[in-house]
């Protein structure tokens, strides 16, 4: 236990910070979805991002709508300042002309930037008889403007960086501004020798509920029923810094049929009479959700991993470090 914990180091999760054993990193799997927009960063090389733009622009010029076979789904591309890529105007599913998606690509600082937002368009002259959609109008101007808006704040970031300023991280970058209540974060991490050992983070700034972890008692001794398991400790603590949370510790059978765990926590905020989990944290151990890729672009996907024979932690040492992690989970300086 003492190897898994002698190294603890800060990461910064959304507008909060948890200590982290060096051994887990990024699984590569989660993403960010802040005021409508959804935003992807990754680390690459400028040639390989010109490359997959490029390819993605004669993809979507060669694309027809399928109720107008004779019109594009690419309307327009706008270019970027301050960044190589573009905003590609396009049909939203390839059905039709309104529905609109603009999507964002760039690099900029070594750093690939893809985020996409939703838009209503009814300037086309398939909809000129339609009277709902001439009051819809378009709405395509002002998401160019919040896609450019978001686009402006956001930042490659290290998994190891810490900013110190306002904002919000996310796998791969930074998100700089206030706290809004459109925040919808997923990231996770894993350990690179121990797969099947990981936490997710969950942080909806949107998510309104009446109850609580604890208060969702019977759903949850439920799934423990199903799982032919049993609770090994629940009820409410604080980290050393002071932050107040929910937990429950659960033993069972996990998807990957062994004997694991799976331990919860959510952190509350009240809004009048409801409840607002702005952050729930899960630790599995015994039940593997992906593991870092570092396959060269390209390359063949690996084989199916061997089935597990039983989970990388004993009860005691996943308890231990639940504990160790949770313990350091605080507001980051700034965050909100």
Same mark, same amino acid.
């Given at each position: 236990?003492?190897?898994?914990?002698?190294?603890?180091?800060?990461?910064?999760?959304?507008?909060?910070?948890?200590?982290?054993?060096?051994?887990?990193? +990024? !699984?590569?799997? *989660?993403?960010?979805?802040?005021? @409508?927009?959804?935003?992807?960063? &990754?680390?690459?090389? %400028?040639? #390989?991002?010109?490359?997959?733009?490029?390819?993605?622009?004669?993809?979507?010029?060669?694309?027809?709508?399928?109720?107008?076979?004779?019109?594009?789904?690419?309307?327009?591309?706008?270019?970027?300042?301050?960044?190589?890529?573009?905003?590609?105007?396009?049909?939203?599913?390839?059905?039709?002309?309104?529905?609109?998606?603009?999507?964002?690509?760039?690099?900029?600082?070594?750093?690939?930037?893809?985020?996409?937002?939703?838009?209503?368009?009814?300037?086309?002259?398939?909809?000129?008889?339609?009277?709902?959609?001439?009051?819809?109008?378009?709405?395509?101007?002002?998401?160019?403007?919040?896609?450019?808006?978001?686009?402006?704040?956001?930042?490659?970031?290290?998994?190891?960086?810490? +900013? !110190?300023?306002? *904002?919000?991280?996310?796998?791969? @970058?930074?998100?700089?501004?206030? &706290?809004?209540?459109? %925040?919808? #974060?997923?990231?996770?991490?894993?350990?690179?020798?121990?797969?099947?050992?990981?936490?997710?983070?969950?942080?909806?700034?949107?998510?309104?509920?009446?109850?609580?972890?604890?208060?969702?008692?019977?759903?949850?001794?439920?799934?423990?029923?199903?799982?032919?398991?049993?609770?090994?400790?629940?009820?409410?603590?604080?980290?050393?810094?002071?932050?107040?949370?929910?937990?429950?510790?659960?033993?069972?059978?996990?998807?990957?049929?062994?004997?694991?765990?799976?331990?919860?926590?959510?952190?509350?905020?009240?809004?009048?009479?409801?409840?607002?989990?702005?952050?729930?944290?899960?630790?599995?151990?015994?039940?593997?959700?992906?593991?870092?890729?570092?396959?060269?672009?390209?390359?063949?996907?690996?084989?199916?991993?061997?089935?597990?024979?039983?989970?990388?932690?004993?009860?005691?040492?996943?308890?231990?470090?639940?504990?160790?992690?949770?313990?350091?989970?605080?507001?980051?300086?700034?965050?909100?």
């Amino acid at each position: 236990m003492q190897t898994l914990t002698h190294a603890m180091t800060p990461r910064c999760i959304g507008r909060y910070l948890i200590d982290l054993p060096a051994g887990m990193v +990024p !699984s590569g799997w *989660g993403g960010l979805k802040a005021q @409508g927009v959804n935003i992807e960063v &990754a680390p690459l090389n %400028e040639s #390989l991002f010109r490359w997959r733009y490029e390819q993605r622009e004669a993809e979507l010029r060669a694309a027809h709508l399928d109720a107008h076979p004779d019109q594009p789904v690419l309307k327009e591309i706008i270019p970027l300042r301050g960044a190589i890529g573009g905003i590609f105007n396009r049909s939203e599913n390839g059905g039709a002309n309104g529905s609109r998606t603009l999507e964002l690509h760039a690099w900029r600082d070594g750093y690939a930037i893809k985020m996409c937002v939703n838009a209503a368009d009814s300037r086309y002259p398939e909809y000129k008889d339609d009277l709902l959609s001439a009051q819809i109008g378009t709405d395509v101007p002002q998401k160019q403007a919040l896609l450019l808006d978001v686009f402006a704040r956001i930042r490659g970031r290290a998994d190891n960086e810490m +900013p !110190s300023d306002q *904002g919000l991280c996310f796998y791969g @970058g930074f998100l700089q501004g206030t &706290a809004t209540d459109e %925040e919808n #974060l997923d990231m996770s991490y894993v350990f690179t020798d121990m797969p099947d050992v990981s936490l997710s983070i969950h942080n909806n700034s949107n998510i309104v509920s009446d109850d609580t972890l604890l208060d969702r008692s019977k759903s949850v001794e439920a799934n423990v029923r199903d799982a032919n398991g049993h609770t090994l400790r629940k009820g409410e603590r604080k980290s050393h810094g002071g932050l107040a949370f929910e937990e429950w510790l659960l033993a069972g059978n996990t998807d990957d049929h062994v004997k694991g765990h799976l331990f919860s926590l959510e952190v509350n905020s009240k809004i009048g009479s409801a409840q607002t989990p702005l952050l729930n944290i899960d630790f599995h151990n015994g039940q593997r959700i992906g593991t870092p890729d570092k396959r060269p672009p390209g390359s063949l996907p690996l084989d199916s991993p061997p089935p597990l024979a039983k989970s990388s932690l004993s009860e005691g040492e996943a308890v231990a470090l639940w504990n160790a992690i949770t313990d350091t989970l605080r507001p980051r300086p700034k965050g909100f």
